[in-house]
């Protein structure tokens, strides 16, 4: 068998034929002649006459440890739907790209999964290659048709460089979470980019947006979608009771430390910290206030049952916490809005600084909160997202731009499914 035959089996480049090999220092050389005579731009037209012509490579995947590199004529071609002159597309490699198709999706497929410096080292290209790649591929992956049928979506921040730089991301509640959109910033300009790209009779149909407590996203979402409902996100809801909970901790500390009674009927001043005492107590309750009740470990449950024993300040927050809580574990027959307003009214007279602000701020977000719970709207798995985005940070593809974070961001987490060459 000639050499080229053997090569035209094994590679079966589309649209080409192999015509000739070589062995050079740098790998093996595939010289590849096309079948089509016409030439065909990137945009789909396509004409038989030649602007000009010149050699390209295309580095392919790998055969053995030996690199591979397919070179071919490409051409130019002038083109009237463009108006310009455009390079014409190959068939085995993207526009503008310096690897094949096959290639690029390797490396796709492994950038969902690998960090950055594994991904480039395994397959000897750089950071840079590695980042234009995905870029590349997200870009031929995505298309506007994503936008359409939305219906409720969930918009939330996501933080990198170390909480310096923010992403807004929005993802479609209706398809698991899947992230529709991202955006570099986190004001209502950010979201309006979104709103504007949804353009107004997608807008028009958006039934619910479930959002922060934060006026950015509420006031792009009332001036681009005034119809859709807002819902405060639970998820946002319970941290901020959770941050409650930590300012109680601290007050508590410094009033206990100083002698001076924590307000409250029940509790008396002590101004030691012998074991017992309330500055005493406080120590080691972090975790057991915060943790949702059901996986408390048993030290962490004594932690409570001695705070419940004594009534110390921070039992009542714990317990409005938890009634807080309640809001969205509601059996049915109990109405969120009673529950939510009664609530309100314990928080707002319990006399604990952090619990009463917490009260005002839901009081202020009361129909968005109650929305959420009446649509069954959470953007919990956005906060997963946030996560998986933090990871993808984490794994080196986030340091450098937003937008080749927002790339990643789409290919791990916007439901793009990377064909391996050997899965075709
Ligand atoms: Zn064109």
């Not at 068939?91 to 492994?110: I, K, M, Q, S, Y």
């Not at 007050?251 to 005493?280: E, L, Q, V």
Request: with cysteine; glycine share 6%; aromatic share 6%.
């Amino acid at each position: 068998m000639r050499a080229t035959t053997a090569f035209n089996k094994m590679l079966a480049v589309p649209g080409a034929d192999a015509t000739g090999v070589e062995f050079t220092p740098t790998g093996i050389v595939v010289s590849l002649r096309r079948r089509a005579r016409r030439l065909t731009c990137p945009c789909g037209w396509s004409t038989r006459s030649v602007y000009d012509r010149s050699v390209r490579c295309w580095r392919g995947l790998d055969l053995g440890a030996t690199r591979l590199l397919l070179r071919a004529e490409i051409r130019r071609l002038s083109c009237r739907a463009c108006r310009r002159v455009r390079t014409e597309a190959v068939p085995w490699a993207r526009p503008g790209a310096r690897h094949t198709r096959d290639f690029e999706d390797v490396v796709a497929w492994l950038a969902q999964r690998m960090d950055k410096t594994s991904v480039s080292r395994l397959l000897r290209c750089s950071w840079e290659a590695v980042a234009a790649i995905v870029t590349r591929v997200v870009a031929a992956a995505i298309d506007d048709s994503r936008l359409d049928g939305l219906y409720r979506i969930g918009v939330d921040e996501i933080s990198y460089r170390k909480g310096h730089r923010y992403l807004t991301v929005v993802a479609d509640h209706d398809r698991g979470g899947a992230v529709v959109w991202a955006g570099e910033g986190r004001d209502a300009a950010t979201l309006e980019q979104f709103y504007d790209q949804l353009g107004e009779a997608r807008c028009a149909r958006l039934q619910a947006v479930s959002l922060d407590m934060g006026n950015a996203y509420a006031k792009a979402t009332r001036t681009k979608a005034p119809q859709a409902r807002q819902c405060i996100d639970p998820f946002h809801v319970v941290q901020l009771a959770g941050e409650a909970i930590d300012t109680t901790r601290r007050w508590a500390w410094n009033t206990a430390r100083a002698g001076r009674p924590p307000s409250g009927p029940r509790d008396r001043p002590n101004r030691t910290t012998r074991k017992g005492s309330p500055a005493d107590q406080i120590k080691h309750t972090r975790w057991a206030l915060l943790k949702d009740p059901a996986r408390l470990k048993d030290s962490q449950r004594a932690v409570l049952e001695n705070l419940r024993r004594s009534r110390h300040v921070l039992w009542r927050a714990y317990v409005l916490k938890e009634e807080l809580r309640d809001l969205y574990r509601l059996q049915p027959g109990h109405r969120p809005d009673t529950h939510l307003d009664a609530w309100l009214a314990r928080a707002c007279r319990s006399r604990i600084p952090a619990m009463v602000k917490l009260s005002r701020t839901i009081r202020r977000h009361r129909d968005g909160i109650l929305a959420a719970v009446e649509l069954g709207l959470s953007n919990s798995k956005l906060e997963g997202m946030n996560s998986k985005i933090r990871l993808i940070n984490h794994r080196g593809y986030g340091h450098h731009t937003a937008a080749a974070l927002i790339a990643m961001t789409y290919l791990c987490a916007g439901g793009i499914t990377i064909q391996l060459p050997t899965g075709r």
